[in-house]
């Protein structure tokens, strides 16, 4: 039975993509040695890390705009740390949106005053604040784009004359944006760009050098820029794929692709919610994420049942998180619109049961 995954990560990825990098594990490049065993020195393993990086600044529209392409590892959670490292010298301004920021929030606050200059958290994260001011006296402003969890998404960004941090987790690539209106993005890998174990940081490096903290090596940007991502082992295995998903994404036509197909399955799937009574959405109507759709049904007795269609479906990683319930889609860009239309079947055979 072919599965269909929603999982939010680590999640789905193209098959093409899978093919390829299991046979790597197997023998790379003809070379009679696995991916997972050759020296991340070797000319064959620094061309990937040279063609991911390369990729991540083409398809962001970034390249030889003064930024540079990281492959570091600790996932986001240790991005929360390192931002903080090496840009907050007194103030920063943070937008909270939801579990992930509030965590980026926490670390920041060992380095320097913290203003949250706005939070969702009084309706436990179901919407983006809109009306808010970044003051004039920070180093940097932080926000995340998607909120996983919860279901929500920034449209619109703030213009703002200072340095724009954000968490792209988990809608990187996956959407147009003017991605030059930002001086941090970062991203951890297990979402739209291949296998947990690496994180993507695009830095523009004139942003950098400006705190007056001595920052230890691992911790500090300009080092690993200065060591093109190798001043420690990367994550071999999980660059690898996430060169070859960036690959993919180019060959389908780029972000722009990847948008229009991402903006069809969720409105096929938000369509549904509407329209059917059996089920509401979690997030504000004009803040609902492109890549995961959160929703509960309108009579939790339909549970058990619903529950025994989606998984004799195939379907996959369709529970919520605990803080929110229900059920929660991921539509990153590997998602099929067929996998989509599964379990918008199921919604409406749903209806028909209960009728």
Known sequence: MKKHNFSAG????????????????????????????ISHRSADFVSVMDEAQSLALELLDLKDKG????????????????IAYNLLE???????????????????????EIVEVASSKDKNFNYIPKS???????????CTSNNT?????????????KPLVCDMSSDIFSRTLDFSKFDIIYAGAQKNMGPAGTTLVIVKEDILGKVSREIPSMMSYSTHISKDSMFNTPAVYAVYVSMLTLRWIKAKGGIKAM??????????????????????????????SAMNATFNLTDESHKETFDKMWKGAGVNGLNG???????????????????????????QDLEKKVK
């Open 132 to 142: 808010y001011s970044i003051p004039d006296d920070v180093d940097y402003f932080h």
């Open 259 to 288: 948008e229009e197909l991402n903006n069809k399955k969720a409105d096929l799937l938000y369509s549904e919610i509407d329209r059917n009574p059996l089920f509401k959405g979690f997030a504000a109507r004009e803040d609902r």
């Open 10 to 37: 680590p999640c789905i990825l193209p098959q093409e993509v899978f093919k390829e990098a299991s046979q790597a594990i197997l023998d790379f490049n003809n070379s009679g040695l696995s991916i997972l065993e």
């Open 321 to 347: 998180h605990r803080s929110v319930g229900g059920y929660r889609a991921s539509m990153y860009n590997a998602l099929s619109l067929e996998s989509v239309q599964v379990v918008v079947d199921l919604m």
């Open 149 to 161: 969890i919860f279901g929500t998404q920034m449209k619109e960004f703030p213009t703002t004359s």
């Open 90 to 112: 007194k103030k920063a301004a943070y937008l909270n949106t939801g579990t992930w920021s509030s965590k980026a929030i926490k670390e920041a606050k060992l380095f320097g």
């Open 67 to 82: 930024y540079k392409a990281l492959f570091l590892q600790g996932g986001a959670s240790t991005q929360f740390l390192m």
